[in-house]
Every structure is written in C-alpha cells, then in structure tokens.
C-alpha cells in the first residue's frame, strides 16, 4: 500500500486527478470504478479541468459507481446518478451508454443487484476503482458487520446513517431507508484501488483502517490485502499517520 500525503484538500485532489489521468492515458478504454461523497469533489473538478484544457478523453472510458440509494429516480437531485452528471460526466466527452450505475428505480433487489455484478464482472472488472471512506471504515455502503460482503447487494441503512443524511432531504420519511451496493469483494477485485480522505475528522478512522488489524468491523482495513492500493489523504486525515 502507498501512502500520499498531501498538504491540503487541493493538493490531495491533484494526486488523486493525476493516478486517475495516468490510467486514463496508458488505456483510453479503461474501466474506472467511481465514488460520491464530498470527498471526490475536488478530484472530479480537476478531470474537467484537465479535460478543458484538452489533456484527457473520456470517449473510450467506462464507469461503474459504487453505490445508489434504492428507490430514487434519476432526477432526483439526492440520486448518485444526478451527482455524478453535475460533477463529472455533465462535463466530459463520456458516452452515455459507458455509463453504469445500480438502477435505484429497479425494486427487485436479487435481480438488480445480479445484473450490476454480472455488468461489471463482464466488463472485466474496474481497472482503477477510487473510494471515499466513512467514518466508520465503511467503503461504498458495506458498513461494519461480523463478516465481509462478496458481491453487489442491498443494504438497509443505519439509523445514523438516515440521521445523517436527512439535512438532504425534506424531512427523515424521505431519507431512502436501503441503497444497492458494490460488496467488498466486488472493490476487493478491482485491479487498483485509490482512496482518498481529507480533513481532521477522518484522522482516527484512517489510522485505524490501515495500520490496525484486518477486519469486518473496519471494512476498509481488507485493502491492507489488495495488492494494489494508493491512499492519498490530506495533512489533517494522515495526522495520526
Ligand atoms: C460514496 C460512498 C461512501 C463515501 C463515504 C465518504 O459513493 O460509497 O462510502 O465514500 O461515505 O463520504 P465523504 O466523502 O462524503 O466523507
């Protein structure tokens, strides 16, 4: 595992956009495996920028994201796939037809998810797969459980993950109660892994997945086991590195 780390949020930013842009590069047609969250914002931000300034194409990448909370439409503007158009894919030359992401609308949660492994899987896998991390260890949404989720499945949310993300939406009710998911072995397949975290309140939890002990009580501690992960994390999150 190598460890990045940055000065601040733009320089970790940077980082991340220039492993992103260097996959990119050597395989034009690669599969990138995606993260929402705050976090990515600024990676996201730097794409565009060098896709602007005519540094990098999108025409022949494919993406697959890691998660959708279940029961959003698209156009709803708390669905990831409206977060990942506004912030990425609204602005690069992606096709649309090379974009995936778990079909949130789809209420048959076996069939959904059976067809978002299968797709990646037919794919070959993400080529480079980028992760945020949550406070509690979580990597998409496989929160802390007694064992390690293989494949892409349904998750019902945790009460403070609801209490959490409620500030988004009109009142709690309408807090989306389940979200399909990647599981840890779907991430686990990936060819590499880059997580990213930033700020002081990720210090603790950053230390704990990568220097404490392999467990699904951490989900993030199993890329201990990749053989391929860059983490880059900003002064405040590596403070406790
Ligand atoms: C996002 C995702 C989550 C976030 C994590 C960190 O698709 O699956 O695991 O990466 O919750 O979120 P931020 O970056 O908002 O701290």
Same mark, same amino acid.
């Given at each position: 595992m190598k460890i990045y780390k940055a000065d601040d949020y733009r320089g970790m930013s940077r980082i991340a956009a220039n492993i992103i842009s260097a996959q990119i590069i050597l395989k034009p047609d690669c599969v990138l495996g995606l993260a929402t969250g705050s976090t990515p914002i600024g990676t996201y931000e730097e794409l565009v920028e060098r896709y602007n300034k005519g540094d990098?194409?999108?025409?022949a990448v494919t993406t697959v994201n890691l998660d959708e909370y279940k029961?959003?439409?698209?156009?709803?503007?708390?669905?990831y796939y409206y977060f990942m158009h506004h912030n990425l894919f609204d602005h690069v !030359?992606? +096709? $649309?037809?090379n974009i995936n992401l778990p079909?949130?609308?789809?209420?048959d949660s076996k069939k959904e998810c059976a067809r978002y492994e299968g797709l990646i899987r037919s794919l070959g896998g993400a080529d480079l797969q980028l992760l945020g991390l949550g406070?509690?260890?979580?990597?998409?949404? !496989?929160? +802390? $459980?007694d064992a390690f989720d293989n494949e892409t499945h349904c998750v019902d949310l945790q009460e403070s993950t609801i209490e959490a993300n409620k500030r988004f939406f009109a009142s709690a009710d309408d807090v989306p109660r389940q979200a399909y998911t990647m599981g840890i072995g779907t991430i686990m397949r990936a060819k590499k892994i880059l997580l990213v975290a930033s700020g002081k309140d990720k210090a603790e939890i950053v230390k704990r997945a990568f220097t404490g002990p392999v467990c699904p009580q951490v989900?993030?501690?199993?890329?201990?086991?990749?053989p391929d992960v860059t983490v880059v994390v900003d002064a405040e999150a590596g403070s406790l590195l």
């Open positions: 990098l194409d999108f025409s029961g959003l439409t698209k156009d709803n503007d708390q669905s !030359n992606i +096709p $649309a037809e079909d949130g609308t789809e209420p406070h509690n260890g979580h990597i998409g949404f !496989n929160e +802390p $459980a989900p993030a501690s199993i890329l201990q086991l990749h």
